[in-house]
């Protein structure tokens, strides 16, 4: 399907440690978004790679994409116990995006 | 705060009920949607709207029925809900075209009892 899957379901670290969390999918995609999501609230928009991007950055987040493999990776760096919430992928194919059921990311002080 | 609202945030239901959820985003967006989340489980795309046009019906119950009045409003009415349709329900908008990202509400808490 052209769904996200996120791996792993959950990781716990400790403040000042790198995290990160890997997507796989399996259809062709516009572009690959990731989304975090604090409990029980809506989901803010982190950052987006299109299909023909390879690597991008914003402030402590690091994604890649790799279309032959179908996968992209999050990485972010130095975190913090703020950086406790949920991040999900989304595959995104002419405005229908699919969700994973997300990486539950735990940073403890 | 994203640009989209939800209203309410919880709602509790019983089965025989007939309620509305609402969400209205006034970011100049011309597509809608509506997510279900259920616990440990991906986000499940329920409907699409496109300039007010249902372009998306991902086989959901017929229990579940959206209304999309106008480009900045979207509603889902539900109607003899079952307690399995206990979930956190969310809208979001983004522009159209591609490459665009999706503004998400706070969601509304359904119970269904």
């Known amino acids: 399907s052209q769904q996200g899957e996120e791996d792993p379901q959950a990781l716990s670290i400790q403040e000042g440690e790198n995290a990160t969390m890997n997507c796989s999918y399996k259809t062709s995609i516009n572009n690959l978004q990731w989304y975090r999501q604090n409990s029980g609230r809506g989901l803010v928009h982190l950052i987006l790679?299109?299909?023909?991007?390879r690597e991008k950055h914003s402030g402590r987040l690091r994604v890649t994409l790799d279309t032959s493999k179908k996968s992209s990776s999050l990485l972010i760096t130095a975190s913090r116990a703020a950086d406790t919430a949920s991040y999900f992928c989304a595959t995104d194919r002419n405005n229908d995006m699919r969700f994973g059921a997300g990486t539950r990311l735990t940073v403890k002080p | 705060e994203t640009g989209v609202t939800q209203t309410p945030r919880h709602l509790v239901m019983g089965m025989t009920n007939k309620k509305s959820l609402k969400c209205e985003q006034h970011l100049g967006h011309n597509a809608m949607y509506w997510y279900k989340q259920s616990a440990k489980k991906p986000l499940e795309l329920m409907f699409v709207?496109?300039?007010?046009?249902?372009?998306e019906n991902n086989s959901v119950p017929s229990r579940f029925s959206p209304e999309c009045p106008n480009s900045s409003h979207l509603f889902l009415h539900l109607h003899t809900l079952q307690p399995e349709d206990s979930a956190l329900y969310l809208c979001?908008?983004?522009?159209?075209?591609?490459?665009?990202?999706?503004?998400f509400g706070q969601g509304t808490r359904l119970t269904v009892v």
């Open positions: 979001a908008s983004s522009p159209l075209g591609t490459n665009t990202e999706a503004f």
């Open positions: 709207y496109n300039f007010k046009e249902q372009t």
């Open positions: 790679i299109r299909s023909n991007e």
